[in-house]
């Protein structure tokens, strides 16, 4: 097994990239917003997911299959061994997130066993197909999620071997062995195919990294660069659905199923860097920068078809029918830290910032226990109660839920959640960039072999104050940077030791401010923005949200729901009646953002299109409401929501 | 053989209600709007049909059921033996309306003996199911459709015995023999389930009316009566998307799928009238009701989901998500034409004609060689041309296709307009009812004997006269009603004789104007209203339409096409740039409509969210551009469309 030492225990390795990630022994999240979130998941997602993985078979079909007794007794949908897999990413990274644990150590061990037991002797791997009474192997790749499912195992065994290098639990082996014969069966000569849901390429350009294997990187480059060439057939939703439609070099915005998408855009980054492909890396720069003009909900969520699953065309964002799906999101995020780190632009990290504020982290409970599979902008009626107990069949659920039939999201997040220390900062060569603020501790190497050591303190997103104390002393100057957000109206830097001002630096424009010094142990270099809330319009091609407004407050989107309207003491007690007075403007009191809404009384008329006399009034008189972060929403039982609100 | 000879030659035949329907031997249209298209239905679209059935095999599964070789070859979906059915029911309408016609009698004789081969010596019929091989009868109600099949052939059927009802196909025996195994595999002591996809309902009722037969009321019956108790499991899209959530007669609107809820309500209005059940009538009308107020586009379309081809919530009608199925209007037509009958009320002859034309008639191209399945009111890229050699995998095409995988549109619309007589006027112990115009003749008997001849002359929509002449003499006085729509702002009626006025009534209300008179042969009705185009605002609860308008004129929606926009010489050339100048009225010139327009520059963001003054700016010129009726739309090419426009 070749690893390379220098191999951050991160997500994201390249082997060459304008940025460098820290892995998770490099950066520890402490509390604050996120590192309540990561509390939350370690302690119960991960048990919750383990607990309905066994429940619904998902993890006994490994044994089924390892003891010859498939096809009978198997369980779930074609894709659900990726789960599995997902979850024991996720618990990789725990693993180096938490340090030794060795109750955690024994289960993750406990479920590689049940997995390597199920691998074929030609490392074929996966419990739905190839076996007698099953469909055979690759005979369905639109669908059969075959080459999914390796990819995510693949991702699982680099989180593994980047966090604990040592481990001799087989997991790396399993997946080398899975990925041998992928490159066997779809290599220059094999079958000239690609897999319905893109996700192989990340993994094997991460297996490459992993094992400097050159074999993955080719297969990966083939199955990039088949997308697009109509090797799948055309189906009820195009071939655009699995991106098929266009090669990855010629397309000039995302489309398709928006999870589809974002995981072959990822895996084509990976794919860029490696090979030092510029034309390919500018077609996805091209792509991201379309899609987050023209594709993207305010909350930074992605997909406005429930259908499938899929990114509509330009403007095309329907609040009430954002799927916005929360695997999207993660999805996004690992495609846009993936452009951050070629590319070291903020405005990527700026996108990350808000969709994990306003997608991942909306998601989970509070409990950590149930989870939003679509993430819709405006609820029309109030959701019905999921049962704690029971396996959601609606992944637009109203009401998060434990589990669902297609499972994809709760593990997603996991993984995310897990590993999140590792997209907070990076390194270059010059020093460190600090792209995401949480209270932190970080400690790292320069490529000259400089230790670096800082302690970041702030009550973000509450406050718009970031402090970052240096604990080592250096003789030559290194730089620090900051991310402005885009948002930001103003920022201040100011570098302090012993309580004296040394630099002050006024930064207006959004983007990164820097700051170059031979730090001492003991400076502190602090950030200061505004963080207050505002209104946001939209740009009048989204016909969806005309004549709305949405509140935003720093890198949270904010929505009304219905119960703060009873609250409140309003007469309406349901948010369809109720306009924004957009001529005062949101205002923060005690920590919560209220507005100024008028209640609407609706014509009863018996057919909804007529002159504008007969369309109901607005009440004259002004009243205020508090609204909720969306992340939040829906913590407190039923409710109508909206995120856009019609203005006057 | 036991058939009521009273009973009209129409799609419905009630045996009491308010409104009693008159059949194809009495009612003929002549030429006009709905004239022409039965003469492109009869001539172009029912060949098509043949042609494509018997191309995709779904007229050889019958061969292949009858030569025993099923399984084996079997192509279509497990629905697919409806759409022969559904032909033969267009073709014998077809053979009622044009009279004897040898080689379409031979055709219909030809299908109908490949069906009868077929048909398994209990009663059984379906393609899909039953054979060593196959799955089971019955073992898949919530998706098998094979009761909905039946429904089908129920109502063929019945529309021959109606319009021949002593031709010895045997069409009429062999929905006998199906009907009688149901009742015995699904009656009281039977199955107790109901068909994923309703039909079935109002196929038994027919049947019973046809046959007197009071066996198939009762199976009707408890088949309406099961929905709503949760008989078929929860799925993805809940258990409204079959109507097995609420009790019918508990339910306050239509919801989930909008061809299986308009089709159930259908068969319960059926149901209620021939059982004197006034409690479920009461319902219907209330979801009639609820459901045209809330959930209905302005095209009459129904359906705003495309995930499950079903109704949103209350005012979720995103145009350019609008699935507006075309067999949803034809449902919502039948649901509606029922109502009619039963309450005689002219909304519901509004919204037929609203449906008619703005649905139905906008599925087929002029050529009624290509179809909508699905009827967008928004279209923000130019639409692919679809191959007119091809089968399209795509409901919601953006141009219309010659054929479907799903195809269930083009026969549903065959039908209607090869039975569009049926709908024109009803009589009752007083007289005659006209509820859509058209050029027709109408001869018909009253109950206590009188002969009434009408001759109806008139050039609508495009004008808003309607002059009706009087072909016979009466002793004693009988009443001429006529609808006045209800967008009609005034309308006048006045009787002639030998060019004298006799009676001159202004009716400014919409709903029906009468005229009681002994009429004499020669004697002229005449309606008259005025049909300019106008603008009309939608429900301030409609989000998706906010701060747009629609432009209507008569019962036709109107749009605007890119390629106007070209053709007008206006900068933009996509309707997505192009704002309404809401103080300049629509006005009409050489019988084009036409609007005041100007064109918006949008600015080139990042992010489409933000303060309003980075959002762009409009021009200050007006210029003018024409719209076409919907229903004309996408027939010169790709263009990109919308009927809710943004207004200043």
Redesign the interface.
């Known amino acids: 097994m070749t690893v390379s030492t220098r191999t951050p225990s991160a997500p994201v390795a390249p082997s060459r990239s304008r940025l460098r990630p820290l892995g998770l022994d490099e950066v520890a999240i402490r509390g604050g917003f996120w590192g309540d979130r990561q509390e939350v998941n370690g302690r119960a997602t991960l048990a919750h997911i383990a607990g309905w993985l066994e429940r619904e078979g998902w993890l006994g079909n490994f044994d089924l299959a390892a003891s010859g007794r498939l096809p009978e007794g198997r369980r779930g949908r074609e894709f659900s061994d990726s789960e599995v897999y997902k979850y024991l990413e996720a618990v990789a990274w725990e693993i180096g997130r938490r340090g030794d644990d060795a109750e955690l150590e024994e289960r993750f061990r406990s479920v590689v066993a049940r997995v390597a037991a199920a691998q074929e002797p030609d490392g074929y791997l996966n419990t739905r197909f190839g076996r007698p009474g099953q469909d055979p192997r690759w005979a369905n790749l639109e669908w059969g999620h075959e080459l999914y499912c390796l990819g995510h195992l693949f991702q699982a065994a680099v989180a593994r071997v980047r966090t604990r290098p040592d481990a001799d639990d087989g997991l790396f082996d399993i997946a080398r062995r899975a990925a041998d014969l992928v490159c066997k069966v779809f290599g220059d000569d094999g079958i000239q195919s690609i897999c319905g849901h893109a996700e192989i390429e990340i993994g094997l350009v991460e297996l490459a990294r992993a094992t400097g294997d050159e074999r993955y990187l080719r297969q990966a480059q083939l199955f990039v660069e088949r997308h697009g060439t109509g090797v799948l057939p055309?189906?009820?939703?195009?071939r655009s659905y699995y991106q098929d439609d266009i090669p990855v070099r010629e397309a000039d915005v995302l489309r398709g199923h928006a999870v589809r998408a974002n995981y072959l855009a990822a895996g084509a980054v990976d794919l860029a860097v490696e090979t030092a492909d510029e034309g390919l890396l500018d077609a996805l720069e091209r792509q991201w920068?379309n899609t987050?003009?023209?594709r993207?909900y305010?909350t930074g969520g992605q997909g406005s078809?429930?259908?499938d699953e899929a990114f509509?065309?330009?403007?095309?964002l329907?609040?009430?029918?954002a799927y916005s799906e929360t695997c999207a999101g993660v999805a996004s995020v690992m495609f846009s830290w993936r452009m951050l780190l070629a590319k070291g632009d903020a405005?990527y990290a700026d996108l990350i910032e808000r969709t994990l504020f306003n997608v991942v982290a909306t998601s989970p409970s509070a409990e950590g226990t149930a989870f939003y599979y679509a993430n819709t902008l405006?609820q029309?009626?109030p959701g019905e109660h999921a049962d704690p107990d029971e396996v959601s069949?609606?992944?637009s659920s109203s009401l998060r839920a434990p589990w669902f039939?297609v499972a994809c999201c709760p593990p997603n997040v996991a993984r995310t959640f897990a590993s999140l220390a590792g997209y907070v900062a990076t390194a270059d060569a010059d020093g460190v960039q600090l792209h995401q603020y949480a209270p932190a501790s970080i400690r790292t190497t320069l490529d000259d072999g400089r230790e670096i050591a800082l302690e970041v303190e702030t009550a973000y997103p509450a406050e718009g104050s970031v402090r970052v104390r240096v604990l080592t002393d250096a003789a030559e100057p290194w730089t620090l940077s900051l991310r402005v957000p885009?948002w930001a109206e103003s920022a201040k830097l100011v570098v302090r030791r012993n309580g004296e001002e040394l630099v002050q630096t006024w930064e207006a424009e959004p983007g990164t401010v820097s700051c170059s010094k031979a730090f001492s142990a003991g400076d502190v270099v602090e950030l200061e923005f505004p963080i207050v809330p505002r209104?946001?319009?939209?740009?009048?091609?989204?016909?969806?949200?005309?004549?709305?407004l949405?509140v935003e407050r720093g890198p949270e989107v904010f929505a009304l729901e219905s119960i703060d309207l009873v609250e409140a003491g309003i007469g309406a007690t349901d948010v369809?009646d109720i306009v924004l007075d957009a001529s005062m403007p949101p205002r923060e009191v005690d920590g919560r953002v209220l507005v100024a809404v008028r209640e609407?009384h609706?014509?009863?008329?018996?057919?909804?299109?007529?002159?504008?006399t007969g369309?109901?009034s607005t009440a004259a008189s002004v009243q205020e409401v508090a609204l909720v972060p969306y992340h939040e929403w829906a913590e407190r039982g039923p409710s109508t929501m909206r995120v856009w609100i019609?203005a006057t």
Do not use: L, N
């Open positions: 055309d189906i009820e939703f195009g920068t987050i003009a023209r993207t305010v078809h429930h259908q509509g065309d330009d403007f095309e329907p609040p009430d029918r405005r405006h029309r009626r069949p609606r992944a039939e885009a209104f946001t319009s939209p740009d009048p091609r989204i016909d969806a949200v005309r004549g709305c949405v369809a609407r609706p014509e009863i008329a018996s057919w909804p299109y007529g002159d504008e369309m109901g019609p």
